[in-house]
């Protein structure tokens, strides 16, 4: 693969970022890659994982000379990152993000950005349960959707320029206005996840059943949604602060939806049950169709090791 950007700068160095930089490294995309964390034991971690060139404590001199520049954080921290890097962004940059909403990035970045950057929001829709810089792999983005937000007056070349980067990542890049990203992501990846924490934080609640019970017959299908409720506290809370309308929306008609259930498992209506999980088996199939998940049996897990 060619040097696609003279220097990058990561700024977060969690799962997201240093997985970023690790298929940098693997596809030899960039001659350069400096890094932005806030703590110093993310820094010296990145270092000696060597996934970074060189770390700064502060992003406004992780920035300097950087021609592609990729916010890696909470999204709640993007408004005070883009204040202090601005300064620093040089000409002809490209500056990008991969945060899970779009709309409150381009509320929160958009203002700070100085003109002849190019700002293009983008959020790769790969990830795993694990946080921080040792939880990155090279692989995380490959055959998984990169999604661009770019604005109605953004460059054509810049957004071509970028694509290509994730696409040398292994991804495949849709384009969409930020708005419809987050309708989308709403339903896709907002709602399970709160549906996620929601059951979890339920069942630790329970009086009736103990909390080892619950622990030990989790295989029944409340396992699957610790490991999404295991997720990162704080990048899930900046989510729902941060797109607030899609998932209400969302979550009304996820209200509906379940009241019918609860209905009809009331008034034993098994046809209006059994045609609702068929159709649910259905999207299943079509997600293993469009090979974004495996089909082995247990979701790809072999048998737990004892202890
Ligand atoms: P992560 O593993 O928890 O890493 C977050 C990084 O951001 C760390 O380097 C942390 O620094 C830094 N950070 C935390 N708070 C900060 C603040 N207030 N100011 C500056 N830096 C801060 O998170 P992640 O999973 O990589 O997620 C990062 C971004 O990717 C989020 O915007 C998220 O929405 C998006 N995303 C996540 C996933 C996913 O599945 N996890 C998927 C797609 C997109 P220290 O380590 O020094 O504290």
Redesign the pocket.
Known sequence: MTVMFRRVAI?????????IAHAIRAKKLAEHVTG????E???AKALELGLVDAVFPS?AEAVLGADLII????????A??AREIAPGLMDGAILT?????KGAVVRDVLPHVPAGVHFIPG???????????E??FAELFVNRWCILTPLADADPAAVERLSAFWRACGSNVEVMTPEHHDLVLAITSHLPHLIAYNIVSTAADLEEVTSSEVIKYSAGGFRDFTRIAA??P??WR??FLNNKDAVLEMLGRFSEDLSALQRAIRWGDGEALFNIFNRSRQIRRSIIAAGQDTAAPDFGRGAPKSQ
């Open positions: 700024l977060g160095i969690g799962l997201i970022g240093s997985s932005y964390a806030k703590t034991v993310t820094r992003a916010l890696c954080s909470p999204v709640g921290s993007y005070d990152l993000d991969v945060g899970s909403v959020h790769p829709i790969a990830g795993t349960e694990q946080s921080g810089p939880s990155g997720s990162d704080t990048m900046d989510v």
